[in-house]
């Protein structure tokens, strides 16, 4: 199976709910400069971090950056930059929320201790439907 993650498609959770990728996040590509809000602007509120069930903030710039048209910057609610490669999804079904979760995490081994009773192998998988 080809695990590498496809943004703007849709994905089944192993229990059975369905989700559309919609952009990474590579803190890497940015630097460790300090965020200049003039180059930034909201673009997705009421976004929760799956893992902590934290909100944290998503921006996206207003300039190009390596041939990318717009570069999202997710931070904590005090506003730090989130370090690592991250995915930002949004559920397929009502309330339809957003949320943020480390790319490893989201395409990780389910947790057969945890939920012995799922036969999906993977978290998220590809739902090519």
Not at 43 to 70: F, G, Q, S
């Amino acid at each position: 199976m080809n695990r590498d993650l496809k943004i703007g498609k849709r994905y089944r959770h192993f229990k059975l709910k369905y989700y559309r990728t919609i952009a990474l996040y590579d803190s890497s590509i940015i630097g460790d400069g300090t965020l200049n809000t003039e180059e930034y602007r909201d673009y997705v509120v009421n976004v929760t971090d799956a893992l902590t069930d934290e909100p944290v903030k998503v921006l996206v710039t207003k300039w190009e950056l390596k041939d990318i048209p717009h570069q999202i910057i997710i931070t904590d609610k005090k506003g730090v930059r989130l370090q690592g490669l991250y995915v930002l999804y949004t559920a397929l079904y009502a309330p339809y929320q957003f949320y943020v979760r480390k790319v490893e995490n989201f395409m990780s081994l389910t947790d057969k201790v945890k939920y012995p009773e799922c036969s999906q192998e993977y978290r998220f998988e590809y739902a090519d439907i």
